[in-house]
């Protein structure tokens, strides 16, 4: 994450101040340019203030039943570098409550005792990542907040005892002393549960947890990259590899890509595509060092062969863009990144001769830097000690993008866009009969950049569509078929204007969603959908000072949240105005999420 010094003590009393103002204006769509001019800080408000930093999306369990136990996997104070070491710690699976577990989640819950930067920090177990998160931007003391995820595809991992490994990168630094108190814990279900799910990927792809997981990440004591098992990739000639030897009796695989992007390609979204490197125009601080363009896919092979990719979701932390759009409404998908599915069971034939192969990722057009790692999920035939197959169809055609740029000095535009079709199928014959898996996904891809107003004024918009068909076919019969398909338009416009003193006012409007639709037919099982919307519109402005340091700020940011399956729905709408929240209301109405349905179409 790019790095922005702040004055502890400036900070604090910024804070207070903003929690003391609350405008009634609502967050405009970012395609109107008018902006108001920001009012001075209000009134201090009382120093013993205590905030939530929240993230307003579906929990994985409501509370109708409780967990058949509970188990504390750390408790500790993260300080600064000098004083604070990457965390391993002992797991034990619960004598009270064994598998097998319907449901597992896990819960880390936190706490700053004073202002520190926002930080990436991820948790491992036996290597494989299980979440990888963002601690908020702290601009006031005694700030908490929680991050509850479904672990249960996890669950060949929590089986046994291993160890777990905590890490957060840069977790302070010399000027900021506040510490972080961590709380990990795991809470295991049994029998029915009643559950929603935030992120339905037990269904589908996961119809059941798979019965090994083996971590495609960086091996433990090799510091190339620093602590932690995630790769470092600093631009797109970087291909990370490990080298797996699969099980013979493997008849199904799913890759699972976890991955961020920091440094240079903090902002690769709103990147220009551009011949000469002008560096930041007219004190653009969203600008990358070298302008190559918006477009980033991550890519992973096999023994050097493309088996899936995916443009990933430009998931904003909480220190960039306007850091008070951020507190305490967290941006979607900051606080429990997404991962990336990719099914690999067309090539598994390929993988079944008893030899080693070399699973690589890296990311196309890449600036430093990216930490990137994944998981391998493999079912395995436990009435068979060895599966046979072959990959009898692949189809990749070269991803080609249309570049068009039009520039004089700091004022222009470009754009870029393409899309590509990718078609497998392969067969394996295992205890299940001879079963045909094939993938067809189809990406979808457009950014424009503007710059005007001799670079006070820019504007980028993205939109990234794709959509993934999973047929099965067993005696040349289809028995199920999965359909994900997903939409992530991204709206951003930017204006930079004098601020006296060398000071600079930058005013900033975002528009930013996710869309996840799944669907599928499964033999008996019948049919089921589900459908997530994730939406946010944000508006607000900073001084920056000659140094570059904020000097202060505000930001309202209104955040929708509708889900929606067979059999249930859930809403909830957040508003948040000035760094207090205005409106917080939930609802499991499948009338009131229709309703909001047609307000935000």
């Known amino acids: ?334 606080y429990d990144h997404p991962s990336y599915d990719l099914e690999l069971t067309p090539f598994v034939g390929k993988l079944l001769d008893g030899r080693p192969h070399e699973f690589g990722l890296t990311v196309k057009e890449s600036q430093p830097y990216w930490l990137i790692g994944a998981n391998l999920h493999l079912w395995l035939d436990a009435w068979s000690d060895e599966v046979k197959g072959e990959l009898v169809r692949y189809k990749v055609p070269p991803l080609r993008l249309g570049q068009q740029a039009d520039w004089k000095n700091a004022e222009g535009k470009s754009e870029m866009e393409g899309q590509v079709i990718i078609r497998f199928s392969g067969w394996l014959s295992s205890s299940n009969g001879n079963v045909t898996t094939s993938v067809r996904h189809k990406l979808k891809f457009k950014t424009h950049v503007e710059v005007e107003e001799k670079g006070a004024m820019k504007s980028a918009e993205m939109e990234i569509k794709a959509r993934t068909n999973l047929r099965i076919e067993k005696d040349h019969v289809v028995v199920a078929r999965v359909v994900v398909e997903t939409e992530s338009p991204l709206n951003l416009v930017t204006v930079i204007s004098n601020g006296g003193g060398g000071s600079r006012i930058r005013k900033t409007k975002l528009f930013h969603e996710m869309i996840e639709a799944r669907s599928a037919t499964e033999g008996k099982a019948g049919e089921w959908f589900s459908t997530i919307t994730d939406r946010q519109e944000s508006e607000g402005s900073v001084l920056i000072g000659e140094d570059s340091q904020l000097v202060w700020g505000s930001g309202d940011t209104k955040s929708t949240y509708k889900f929606r399956d067979d059999k249930k729905c859930y809403l909830r709408t957040v508003n948040m105005v000035g760094g207090k929240v205005e409106e917080d209301e939930e609802s499991s109405s499948c009338i009131a999420a229709g309703f909001m349905a047609l307000l935000v179409s």
Not at 69 to 96: G, I, K
Not at 105 to 121: F, G, H, N, P, T
């Open 1 to 334: 994450m790019k790095e922005m010094e702040s004055r502890p003590h400036f900070l604090i009393s910024l804070f207070l101040l903003l929690l003391a103002s609350a405008s009634s204006a609502t967050p405009a769509s970012p395609k109107d340019y008018t902006f108001d001019t920001p009012p001075p800080p209000p009134p201090v408000a009382a120093e013993n203030t205590t905030l939530e930093y929240m993230d307003p999306t579906l929990p994985p369990l409501l509370p109708t039943k409780n967990p058949q136990c509970s188990l504390q996997l750390l408790q500790r104070d993260f300080a600064s570098r000098a004083r604070s070491q990457p965390e391993f710690f002992s797991y034990t699976p619960p004598d009270n409550c064994p598998s097998p577990w319907s449901r597992v989640v896990l819960e880390l819950s936190a706490s700053a005792s004073e202002v520190q930067k926002d930080r990436i920090a991820a948790i491992w177990v036996a290597g494989a990542e299980i979440l990888r998160t963002s601690t908020p931007f702290i601009m006031a003391p005694n700030v908490f907040w929680r991050v509850r995820k479904d672990v249960t595809r996890y669950t060949a991992l929590l089986r046994r005892p291993t160890r777990f490994f905590m890490m957060f990168l840069n977790d302070s630094n010399a000027t900021l002393h506040g510490v972080y108190s961590v709380n990990v814990s795991l809470h295991f279900y049994r029998g029915a549960v009643g559950q929603f799910n935030a992120h339905p990927v037990i269904r589908g792809l996961y119809p059941q947890p798979a019965d090994l997981i083996i971590p495609i990440s960086r091996a433990a004591g090799d510091a190339t990259a620093g602590p932690g098992y995630w790769f470092r990739i600093t631009n797109e000639t970087d291909i990370c590899t490990r080298t797996v030897l699969i099980p013979n009796n493997t008849y199904r695989a799913v890759l699972e890509v976890y991955v961020s992007h920091h440094g240079d390609d903090e902002y690769w979204y709103a990147n220009p595509l551009r011949s000469d490197d002008v560096g930041a125009a007219g004190g653009d601080d969203l600008a990358s060092k070298k302008p190559n363009g918006g477009f980033r896919q991550v890519v992973a092979t096999i023994d050097g062969r493309y088996v899936g990719s995916v443009v990933p979701f430009p998931v904003i932390a909480p220190g960039s863009v306007n850091p008070f759009f951020w507190a305490p409404i967290a941006a979607i998908g900051a």
